[in-house]
């Protein structure tokens, strides 16, 4: 993702920058925005004005412009400086093989540099990169930077560039002006031949001996000429092989580094993870036996205490089984005492002590009377067996005498309790 590939490129450029974590801030967020969904994060040097090389964090890609109601893709490349916040990032337009920078542009230079008032008047508190690809965004969809080569279309020879930074040889296959190339051996001759005949119309002749030692020097001096420019040709193409080869192998290289970098971040993270999974699980395991041993501990006394009461519930029942036993002999010899001696009149199973426990009993036993002819009177009404006057004579005169009981046997109750004591 676009945070990973931003730290993959900072941890390359380790110690560039004085900010680090804004320049990962700032180009994670441009990165995941809608204006830098085509950007992506790289390695690039940059060649300052005296010469010297400085490695910094390149985006490229294309952002979207819109002109004419027309969505067309615009590559660029946005260097960020060492000194990033504190100095804006540097942009340049990179128009494809078919196209050309507009000349005369107002925003962008003829070597493809953007110069526009938000990245005049940069400030590391309030501007960050979205702002700068959506105020690029505006301006090239009023004024589009590049169109398309026409037929015949000749380059016009690129002048040296004045950006505080421009790319080095690194960086320099996507700039629009190429190094120009050595002199080549037609050119020295036909310079050299020029030279030698406008240098026979102008010389005053003289005898043919010095005539011809002077063209034997002449051609000895354009055959040495040819042996130094076919020198420097074969010293170039060298040279040129030579670069080609170390860029290769740097990028080897880096590719190799960045493949281990990843696989050991992996490698950790994974190692990692499975050091944690192992804990938890360590962890868990142990949880586990100490919840075993509690158990079994608990099981232990469970079974001890079970134990004991088994034994006592053994006895009780051997206990209990006696005493019934016991009972049941009693309720026997009960039954054949009562078979032997008959059937026992109600009356004679409750025998007053003296005449006034006599008194009592024939009073509680009227009162329990009064008490059921009330209740049968109740129902007699409500069935509407009897009449109300019925009722109410009836319910009067048992009343009465029912009070009347009941006095009594307080009184007596009275007098019993003063006897006794």
């Not at 900072?10 to 801030?25: A, E, K, M, N, T």
């Not at 309030?126 to 009023?142: E, G, P, Q």
């Not at 008959?342 to 009993?361: K, T, Y």
Request: hydrophobic share 35%; charged share 25%; aromatic share 6%.
């Amino acid at each position: 993702n676009a945070s990973r590939e931003v730290a993959n490129c900072l941890h390359r450029l380790s110690g560039v920058y004085q900010d680090p974590s804004r320049v990962s801030r700032d180009t994670t967020t441009l990165l995941k925005s809608d204006s830098g969904k085509h950007l992506q994060p790289k390695k690039s040097d940059f060649m300052q004005n005296d010469g010297s090389e400085t490695p910094s964090l390149l985006i490229t890609g294309t952002i979207s412009i819109f002109y004419r109601n027309v969505e067309y893709n615009t590559p660029i490349d946005m260097y960020l400086p060492p000194n990033y916040p504190n100095a804006p990032p540097i942009i340049y337009v990179r128009p494809a093989s078919t196209m050309v920078i507009k000349e005369g542009h107002n925003h962008v230079g003829n070597d493809g540099m953007v110069y526009m008032p938000y990245l005049h008047s940069w400030k590391k508190t309030s501007h960050n990169l979205v702002d700068a690809c959506l105020n690029m965004t505006s301006i090239f969809s009023n004024e589009p930077p590049c169109y398309a080569k026409p037929p015949g279309y000749t380059a016009p020879r690129p002048s040296r560039p004045t950006a505080s930074y421009v790319p080095s040889s690194t960086a320099a296959a996507a700039s629009p002006a190429p190094t120009p190339a050595p002199p080549s051996y037609h050119n020295i001759t036909s310079t050299a031949s020029s030279f030698l005949s406008s240098f026979g119309r102008t010389s005053r002749p003289s005898n043919t001996t010095n005539n011809n030692d002077s063209n034997a020097a002449e051609k000895e001096r354009i055959a040495q000429m040819e042996r130094e420019a076919a020198e420097a040709n074969q010293a170039v193409a060298v040279a040129r092989a030579a670069d080609a080869r170390e860029a290769k192998q740097k990028l080897e290289e880096g590719m190799i580094r960045d493949a281990k970098n990843q696989l050991a971040s992996k490698c950790v993270a994974l190692l990692h993870s499975y050091k944690d999974m192992s804990k938890e699980r360590i962890g868990a395991l142990v949880d586990d036996e100490m919840l075993l041993q509690k158990s079994d501990a608990f099981l232990k006394e469970r079974i001890e205490y079970l134990m004991e009461r088994q034994a006592e519930l053994k006895s009780s029942h051997d206990e209990v089984d006696e005493k019934i036993f016991k009972v049941q002999s009693f309720i026997e010899k009960k039954e054949e005492e009562k078979r032997a001696e008959g059937e026992v009149c109600a009356d004679d199973l409750a025998l007053p002590a003296d005449i006034h426990s006599a008194q009592m009993l024939v009073l509680s036993a009227e009162n329990a009377a009064i008490n059921d002819a009330l209740f049968f009177l109740d129902k007699g009404l409500a069935d509407h067996r009897i009449s109300l006057d019925q009722h109410m004579r009836s319910v009067r005169k048992l009343s009465k005498r029912q009070f009347l009981i009941r006095a009594h046997l307080l009184k007596i109750g009275q007098v019993k309790a003063t006897r006794k004591y």
